[in-house]
């Protein structure tokens, strides 16, 4: 008998429950860690691209062309993470609530073959497509600021890029066009841009570009060996840019 007056086996039996409950509360623990949410990081915001291309005819062929193009721009924002979900950004977790900000910066370049109808002085109501395939590479530099911590991230991503567009003469040296682009890779990263385009023949191998933009690119959708957040950009806004053409 014990000083409690209760015998030694109920006391053995009652340490074993406790300990067997202690145990289950430990496994609890990660069980709720990880039953939050890995979140996207979402960058949203308005910018001003700018755009350089250059593009020559090779050699014995009117329309077959190759291309190289550029672009960059530069967007801000902040994001709230509620209570049960977490941002992971290389493999550091960070749970909600909280609040984090930041900044991105890409530039993305191109290099492709296609056929291009829509080089040269289209005559006013004469409507012309353009398509290329080639490769491109996007350049992502990004920040994550969480209590005074930056998290820097940059990495450069390679994929197949793909592009058709459609112009229509306004006039002898005026066009109207839309296009369409998207890239791709293996770990589906990659872009996809739409954009409405005003271009002025300054002459025939100088012209001035400009329009509205909407363009996506997310980073990471599935990287096999991390849990890490899928950082996805979402930039509009208008465009400025200058194309040459060597024939």
């Known amino acids: 008998?014990?000083?409690?007056?209760?015998?030694?086996?109920?006391?053995?039996?009652?340490?074993?429950?406790?300990?067997?409950?202690?145990?289950?509360?430990?496994?609890?623990?990660?069980?709720?860690?990880?039953?939050?949410?890995?979140?996207?990081?979402?960058?949203?915001?308005?910018?001003?691209?700018?755009?350089?291309?250059?593009?020559?005819?090779?050699?014995?062929?009117?329309?077959?062309?190759?291309r190289l193009r550029g672009?960059?721009?530069?967007?801000?924002?902040?994001?709230?993470?509620?209570?049960?979900?977490?941002?992971?950004?290389?493999?550091?977790?960070?749970?909600?609530?909280?609040?984090?900000?930041?900044?991105?910066?890409?530039?993305?370049?191109?290099?492709?073959?296609?056929?291009?109808?829509?080089?040269?002085?289209?005559?006013?109501?004469?409507?012309?497509?353009?398509?290329?395939?080639?490769?491109a590479q996007t350049s992502l530099d990004f920040t994550l600021l969480d209590a005074g911590t930056t998290y820097p991230l940059s990495d450069t991503t390679t994929e197949l890029y793909l592009q058709i567009g459609a112009v229509y003469a306004l006039s002898k040296r005026l066009n109207?066009?839309?296009?369409?682009?998207g890239s791709w890779n293996v770990d589906d990263s990659g872009i996809t841009e739409i954009e409405l385009i005003l271009d002025y023949r300054i002459i025939r191998q100088l012209k001035l570009a400009g329009g509205y933009r909407w363009f996506e690119y997310n980073y990471g959708e599935r990287q096999y060996d991390s849990n890490d957040s899928v950082i996805a950009v979402d930039f509009r806004g208008p465009f400025l840019g200058l194309g040459l053409a060597f024939d």
């Open 176 to 181: 109207f066009a839309l296009g369409v682009a």
């Open 1 to 66: 008998m014990f000083d409690n007056g209760l015998p030694g086996p109920f006391i053995a039996a009652g340490l074993a429950a406790v300990s067997k409950r202690s145990r289950s509360a430990l496994l609890v623990i990660p069980l709720t860690v990880a039953a939050c949410n890995v979140v996207n990081i979402d960058v949203d915001d308005s910018v001003d691209f700018r755009d350089f291309e250059a593009s020559a005819a090779l050699p014995g062929q009117d329309q077959l062309r190759i």
């Open 71 to 135: 672009s960059a721009a530069h967007g801000e924002y902040r994001q709230f993470v509620t209570d049960g979900n977490l941002i992971r950004i290389d493999n550091t977790p960070l749970f909600g609530p909280r609040e984090v900000s930041g900044t991105a910066d890409v530039s993305y370049y191109s290099i492709a073959l296609g056929e291009d109808y829509t080089t040269g002085e289209l005559p006013p109501g004469e409507l012309r497509v353009k398509r290329y395939i080639g490769i």
